[in-house]
C-alpha cells in the first residue's frame, strides 16, 4: 500500500514529426539552459533539437527534462478523441515538467506531475467541472484508484519480466482487449484510452478543487487492496462484468448493477437484450435535460445526443469497405453478423460475422466497437436487424443500440444524474462497485 502522494508520467503527444509550443515563464533545460516564449523541437539523426522563438539552437539531446517550479508550459496541436468520433486537435497547457523523448523517429511529450494535481484536470476533462460536487467527489476517488491500481500492475509486470498477453489469433477467431499495458514509455495516456487528462486547459472550478481536497488521498479497497476501479460515459441502463470487456477474470467488485432505484433482470437471451436495447428504462443515464447535460459534460462530449440508445444503417458496400478497412480481412460479402455472447448489460463480447470469403468471430467489446465503425460504434450493446433482397443478400444492416462506453464500473451521466438527487458521493459509489470501502492512504 502506498503511504506518500506519488508523481506520475503521462503521455501528451506521441508520433509526432516535430512539435511547437510556448513555455509560458522560464524553463532550464538539462545542459543548464533557460528558455521561455516559443519553442520547437525536431528530430536529427535520432537526437531532439529544441529551437527557441529566434530559431536559435540551444540544446540537441537524446532526451530532453525541461522543468520549471512555477510556470506552465503550452503544446500546440494535441490531438483528443484519437478514432473516436469526436476526435480534434486543440492547444493544451499543462504544469510539472516536460519530458520528451525520441522512439523510431518520431517525438513524444510525457508530462510529469503529482497524481492529485493529475486528477484535478481529470476530473475537468472527463466531465465539466461544474457537475454537481458529490458527482465529482466520486470521480476523484474512482480516477484516483484506477490509476494507483494500474501503476501497482505495471509494477508487478517489470517484477515478472513480461507483460500481460491480451489477445488470441486464431483463423476462425480474434480476440483483443485494450487496456494501459500498451504503454511502454510512460504510465498512462492523456486520452480516452487511459483517463483524459487536458491539463490546465480545461475549466478547473472551484467545485473541482474541492472535491479533489475533500478525498485527497482515499481510495476504494476491496479486501484491502485499491480498487481497479472502471468508468464509462453512459451504461445504457445496466453495467457490464469486467471480465467481457478485459481479460477472464471475476472481479468482485465489478459486477453488474442496475442505473436505477428499482430492480431490472439481466439479459440472458437474444429476445430479453432486443426488448431492452429497444426499450427506453427509467434509469438514471436515461436523460435528455439538455440544462443538466450542459453542466455536466465537456462541450465535446456536449455533440453526442444519442448516447442512451442510438442507431446506425450500413449498406452491404459500406459494411464491407468498413471491415475490410478497420479489421484487414475481405470477407466479400457480408452474409450475417451474429451475436454469440452477451453480457448481463446486452454489450456483445464475441460476434460473428459471416461473409462469403470468410467467416471470423471476434471480441472483446470494444475491438467489436472498431470493426464495425469508422472511428467506433458507442457500445457493443446492439441488435442488428438486415433487410435482404429477394435472393436472401442482406441489402443494409440496421445496428440499435444502448450506451456509450464499455459499461463496467462507474456509469458518469448515471452518476451525475444520482448526485443531482441527492445522492452522496459515497452512495453512489457504493452504488455501482459492491463490496468496496473507502480509505485514506496518504
Not at 150 to 163: C, D, P, T
Request: hydrophobic share 40%; aromatic share 10%.
Amino acid at each position: 500500500m502506498i503511504t506518500a502522494e506519488p508523481k506520475i508520467s503521462i503521455g501528451i503527444l506521441e508520433h509526432a514529426k516535430e512539435v511547437q509550443g510556448k513555455f509560458n515563464g522560464l524553463y532550464s533545460l538539462p545542459n543548464g539552459k533557460f528558455i521561455d516564449g516559443a519553442f520547437l523541437l525536431q528530430v536529427e539523426n535520432e537526437l531532439l533539437v529544441c529551437k527557441n522563438a529566434e530559431g536559435i539552437e540551444i540544446a540537441r539531446e537524446t532526451e530532453l527534462f525541461i522543468k520549471s517550479t512555477e510556470a506552465t508550459f503550452t503544446i500546440h496541436n494535441v490531438t483528443i478523441g484519437i478514432n473516436f468520433h469526436w476526435e480534434r486537435k486543440e492547444n493544451q497547457s499543462f504544469k510539472g515538467a516536460m519530458r520528451c523523448l525520441v522512439s523510431n523517429g518520431e517525438i513524444i511529450i510525457i508530462n510529469e506531475i503529482s497524481i492529485e494535481q493529475y486528477l484535478l484536470s481529470v476530473i475537468s476533462s472527463e466531465m465539466s467541472a461544474e457537475a454537481p460536487s458529490e458527482f465529482l467527489k466520486a470521480h476523484a476517488i474512482t480516477s484516483r484508484s484506477w490509476i494507483m491500481a494500474m501503476l501497482e500492475r505495471r509494477k508487478k509486470s517489470i517484477a515478472l519480466g513480461k507483460q500481460p498477453i491480451n489477445y488470441t489469433n486464431t483463423p476462425d477467431e480474434i480476440i483483443r482487449w485494450y487496456d494501459r499495458e500498451d504503454h511502454q514509455l510512460f504510465d498512462v495516456c492523456a486520452d480516452d484510452h487511459c483517463q483524459r487528462y487536458q491539463g490546465i486547459t480545461k475549466v478547473i472550478s472551484k467545485n473541482a478543487e474541492e472535491a479533489i481536497k475533500a478525498t485527497f488521498g482515499t481510495f476504494l479497497v476491496h479486501n484491502n487492496q485499491i480498487c481497479d476501479a472502471r468508468f464509462s460515459k453512459a451504461c445504457g441502463g445496466r453495467t457490464e462484468l469486467f471480465e467481457n470487456c478485459w481479460e477472464d477474470t471475476n472481479v468482485p467488485y465489478l459486477q453488474t448493477v442496475v442505473d436505477a432505484s428499482e430492480p431490472y433482470p439481466a439479459l440472458t437471451t437474444e429476445s430479453e437484450a432486443n426488448d431492452w436495447i429497444k426499450s427506453s428504462p427509467d434509469v438514471y443515464c436515461n436523460t435528455n435535460d439538455v440544462r443538466f447535460l450542459k453542466m455536466v459534460l465537456p462541450s465535446f462530449d456536449q455533440e453526442t445526443t444519442d448516447f442512451f440508445r442510438w442507431k446506425v444503417e450500413y449498406t452491404q458496400e459500406q459494411i464491407r469497405d468498413i471491415l475490410a478497412d478497420r479489421s484487414g480481412i475481405d470477407f466479400g460479402i457480408v452474409m450475417d453478423i451474429v451475436p454469440l455472447q452477451r453480457g448481463p448489460s446486452g454489450r456483445i463480447y464475441k460476434l460473428k460475422i459471416i461473409g462469403t470469403k470468410h467467416t471470423i468471430s471476434v471480441g472483446k467489446e470494444l475491438e467489436i466497437r472498431r470493426w464495425l465503425a469508422r472511428t467506433h460504434l458507442y457500445s457493443s450493446a446492439f441488435v442488428v436487424d438486415t433487410e435482404r433482397k429477394s435472393g436472401g443478400v442482406p441489402r443494409k444492416f440496421i445496428f440499435q443500440g444502448a450506451g456509450w462506453g464499455h459499461g463496467v464500473g462507474l456509469c458518469q451521466i448515471g452518476a451525475a444524474v444520482m448526485a443531482e438527487k441527492g445522492f452522496s458521493a459515497k452512495e453512489i459509489l457504493e452504488h455501482f462497485f459492491s463490496e468496496v470501502a473507502l480509505k485514506k492512504l496518504y
